[in-house]
């Protein structure tokens, strides 16, 4: 009871943030702002993962930033009432999943001015693509491997581009004993050049990592490096990008050296556009330490180049990038069609696919390159007035839950329907109709989904997905027979939006910009409260 009670005056602290507090002209701004994520968990006999041993759980984060002029300064404070289930910063630093934790892992001073700046204290930062480096925090994803230590960038007028940052990474609630560095430097040699047609940027970077390996004199030292070239022109892109990566002693890796090629083209024009993406990735899991596991426990960002899905039954096996080797890529193809008498009707078309294979033969038992991943996706958007708007949208979708190990791979092929009708400027209801037909695996699923909006404060909503299971061609029945429901509501008043949810969340990923988390089935009330000032 004590843990909830500190978890509702936090959720009370969030209400009373409304807007920037303004210290006069020369006194500088306070913003911040707050966020509450609340679980009371219930035991469910239909679910096979109990309630935790305290019935509840809660990340709180709380961030204040000053400003004044070029300078600035912030700081992050963090509870965990305990941590929710399915995070991975429960399982580090915190002792006990259910031990009560308050952290302070983020505090910075900044000075910046047009051309230079400098950063100390935690660092978040990208080289190019984050192939060799990315340091972000994500909430739903539950982690944070952002850096404590230094950096100073420099721009030298419309031409030069320069970065350099050194620090210890911070995995989940606590910095490991390693250090990570890096510099970047970007050329715009269109304008150097005079070039006034397009843009061409050429691009390279260094990322250096060293720790000790446990209490022996023994190191791990890992240099990384990439190449980079950017060009636009008349509605073409190209992207290019190339890493080379030394020995890391890893388990995946065991000491070899890594790379990766990635490459983009892209065209637009009125209501066309394209873009096609492709990469490789040859022994590129780079941990913050070889001593640490999890999703978060990485220096570098390797997202599924997949299509990201809202919709509950087409994310229910989403990809999992194969980082020890896979080649692959997507493309997209849009077009829309407006109509020139009512800009209210168009049309939306939208053409998506997907494919990832294993690297290496020695990746497979059979010795081949086996299918990763595949997915043929299409919809169709059409605006049929200024209240009508419908979506429908089909996915095949193929995929191997062995990672390419054993030849083995699941079909489904699923299909949405999405209905939003606005009754005047306010009111709004959206229903959401999907199937997905699968033989194999856990056999056919159903969902649905009513939502009710009444702007710009209340919204409400009531959804269901229910396996009903399916016999395959050898009679045996696959599925579960059971119901994932969830009813809820949200209550937005100014900078502040509270929503209540409560019902059984199906086992699985949850994915954020391609990078995805496990979490285990569970039946509970959500409390979430989000605010800004």
Not at 66 to 88: C, H, K, N, W
Not at 480 to 502: A, F, M, P
Request: glycine share 10%; net charge positive; hydrophobic share 35%.
């Amino acid at each position: 009871m004590k843990r909830l009670l500190i978890s509702v005056v936090a959720i009370l602290a969030a209400l009373t943030a409304s807007a920037q507090i303004s210290l006069g002209e020369k006194g500088g701004v306070i913003s911040g702002s707050i966020e509450s994520n609340n679980i009371v968990y219930f035991n469910d006999k239909a679910l096979s993962t109990p309630a935790p041993d305290t019935h509840f759980g809660s990340n709180d984060y709380i961030k204040v930033d000053y400003a004044i002029d070029r300078f600035s300064a912030g700081i992050q404070v963090e509870t965990y009432l305990p941590a929710l289930q399915g995070y991975e910063i429960g399982n580090y630093g915190l002792g006990k999943m259910h031990d009560f934790k308050v952290l302070i892992p983020q505090v910075y001073a900044q000075w910046q001015d047009k051309s230079y700046s400098v950063t100390v204290g935690n660092i978040f930062d990208q080289f190019g693509n984050g192939l060799i480096f990315r340091t972000f925090e994500d909430r739903q994803l539950g982690f944070n491997n952002g850096m404590l230590g230094l950096r100073a960038t420099a721009n030298i007028g419309d031409y030069v581009a320069i970065k350099a940052l050194y620090g210890r990474p911070r995995l989940y609630t606590s910095y490991k004993t390693g250090w990570a560095g890096g510099a970047d430097l970007s050329l715009s040699l269109g304008d150097m050049f005079g070039f006034k047609q397009g843009a061409l940027f050429v691009e390279g970077s260094y990322t250096n990592r060293y720790e000790k390996i446990g209490a022996t004199t023994a190191q791990n030292l890992l240099n990384m490096y990439s190449a980079r070239v950017n060009f636009d022109m008349a509605g073409f892109t190209l992207r290019g990008e190339y890493v080379g990566k030394g020995k890391d002693f890893t388990t995946s890796t065991e000491g070899h050296k890594g790379q990766a090629v990635y490459g983009e083209v892209g065209y637009a024009n009125g209501g066309f556009s394209f873009t096609a993406m492709g990469r490789m990735l040859d022994r590129m899991v780079t941990p913050l330490t070889i001593d640490g596991a999890g999703t978060g426990n990485t220096l570098n960002y390797l997202p599924a180049l997949t299509r990201q899905y809202t919709y509950m039954l087409a994310n229910l096996n989403p990809y999992q990038v194969n980082a020890e080797g896979e080649l692959g890529g997507q493309a997209d193809f849009y077009y829309s069609y407006r109509s020139k008498s009512n800009r209210y009707r168009y049309w939306n078309f939208h053409l998506n696919y997907s494919t990832y294979y294993t690297l290496r033969k020695s990746q497979a038992k059979s010795g081949n390159h086996e299918l990763l991943w595949q997915d043929i996706n299409f919809d169709v958007e059409r605006q049929w007035s200024k209240k009508l708007k419908t979506t429908f949208l089909y996915s095949f979708q193929e995929w191997n839950p062995y990672h390419g190990y054993h030849h083995r791979t699941y079909v489904s092929n699923i299909f949405v329907a999405d209905v939003q009708y606005k009754f005047d400027r306010k009111k709004s209801l959206r229903v959401e109709a999907q199937y997905m037909l699968s033989g194999e695996y856990e056999g056919d699923w159903v969902a649905g989904l009513v939502e009710f909006n009444l702007a710009p404060r209340w919204s409400f909503f009531v959804s269901d997905m229910y396996n009903h299971g399916r016999t395959d061609k050898n009679g045996i029945y696959k599925g579960t027979k059971k119901n994932y429901y969830s009813v809820g509501g949200s209550y937005t008043i100014k900078r502040t939006r509270i929503q209540l949810s409560y019902g059984r969340n199906r086992a699985g990923f949850i994915c954020s910009g391609g990078v995805c988390r496990y979490s285990p089935e569970y039946n509970g009330i959500n409390i979430a409260v989000t605010s800004s000032f």
